[in-house]
């Protein structure tokens, strides 16, 4: 099975910056699809962005387009999701999920079988 841990959530201000981590572990982690979502209160979960196995391939909800960006790092098992120019309406959970696909990424929350915890990013003066 595999485990994913995110951190690096937290409180920051209208346009600043965060960076979310995934740690994975358990299963051969880099042959897994990565992806980050987040779901607010009352709403329906949203894809944010999502890498492929081999770090090639990217996705990126309209939403943060340009001012997200996604990578990992397989040697450390970990997938990282810089933020820039926070939002409040940015604030809410978010979670890493990892899919078996052998290319490309989802962002389609169905297609994945692993998730972590969450993490509680704040944007907020």
């Known amino acids: 099975q595999l485990q994913l841990v995110e951190s690096g959530g937290g409180l920051v201000q209208p346009g600043g910056s965060l960076r979310l981590s995934c740690a994975a572990s358990?299963?051969?982690?880099?042959?897994?699809?990565i992806g980050w979502f987040r779901q607010a209160p009352g709403k329906e979960r949203e894809g944010v962005s999502c890498?492929?196995?081999?770090?090639?391939?990217?996705n990126y909800a309209d939403s943060v387009k340009g001012r997200f960006t996604i990578s990992r790092d397989n040697a450390k098992n970990t997938v990282y999701l810089q933020m820039n120019s926070l939002k409040p309406e940015d604030t809410t959970i978010y979670y890493c999920?990892?899919?078996?696909?052998?290319?490309?990424?989802?962002?389609?929350?169905?297609?994945?079988?692993?998730w972590g915890q969450g993490t509680q990013v704040t944007v907020s003066s």
């Open positions: 999920a990892g899919t078996a696909v052998v290319a490309g990424c989802p962002l389609m929350d169905f297609e994945y079988d692993y």
């Open positions: 358990g299963l051969t982690s880099d042959y897994y699809a």
């Open positions: 890498i492929s196995s081999s770090g090639d391939s990217t």
